[in-house]
């Protein structure tokens, strides 16, 4: 069974994929492969092309300044969008046709992207906008207005929580969040021990 972990920037992902990890549950990281395929050829062509040499470093793309325009431009976040989400989703399809059983994709992106045909569930997790707002800010250096940009740039915390199978409620001590993730995965493995007998 392929489940889908997601939820707004900040809201506190990666501390349910940290601890399915510690788990020893299979996680595919959407991010990092976001960040893997910059380092590719034909992408950082396509990149200097659309966003010219101002987001390079040398030979390498500069994500903070690359990620400057594109929070600042909905069109140029399409741009940078048709060119890194076909090669993510490749990515993607590859990894989870690897794994027969239970496998989780942590993607921030997954309903911006139109990726969650890839997955059988999805676990969103929520945290309310005042302590997103403050948790990026403070995680990323951001100011107030930077801050709200980057999360008016993907679809909204409770927008996504409708749009769930299971909502994990992380406005609570990381110890709530882990027992909203472990009655989650008892009902999860239920269903998978269902689906093979």
């Known amino acids: ?6 939820g707004s920037i900040a809201c506190g992902k990666s501390t349910v994929t940290k601890y399915l990890l510690k788990k020893k549950y299979v996680v595919i990281d959407a991010d990092k492969i976001g960040h893997d395929i910059l380092l ?3 992408v950082k062509e396509e ?3 659309i966003f010219s040499e101002k987001v390079f470093d040398g030979k390498e793309i500069n994500r903070k300044k690359l990620g400057e325009i594109v929070f600042n431009s909905k069109e140029k976040l ?5 060119i890194s989400h076909p090669r993510i989703r490749e990515i993607i399809i590859e990894k989870l046709s690897k794994e027969n059983d239970l496998v989780f994709l942590d993607m921030a992106l997954l309903f911006e992207a139109n990726f969650f045909d890839l997955v059988d569930k999805i676990i969103v997790v929520h945290l309310d906008y005042d302590k997103q707002l403050e948790r990026l800010m403070t995680r990323n250096s951001l100011t107030r207005k930077e801050a709200e940009k ?3 740039s993907q679809l909204s915390s409770d ?7 299971f909502v994990i409620d992380n ?3 990381i110890k709530e969040t882990e027992e909203q993730v472990d009655y989650i995965l008892k009902i999860i493995e ?3 021990d269902d689906i093979k007998n």
Request: glycine fraction near 6%; hydrophobic fraction near 40%; aromatic fraction near 4%.
């Open 150 to 152: 980057r999360i008016s």
């Open 159 to 165: 927008h996504k929580k409708n749009l769930a199978d």
């Open 47 to 49: 990149i200097r092309n």
């Open 1 to 6: 069974m392929k489940i889908a972990i997601t």
């Open 40 to 42: 590719d050829f034909k």
């Open 190 to 192: 239920g269903e998978v």
């Open 171 to 173: 406005n609570g001590s």
């Open 78 to 82: 399409a741009l940078l969008n048709k």
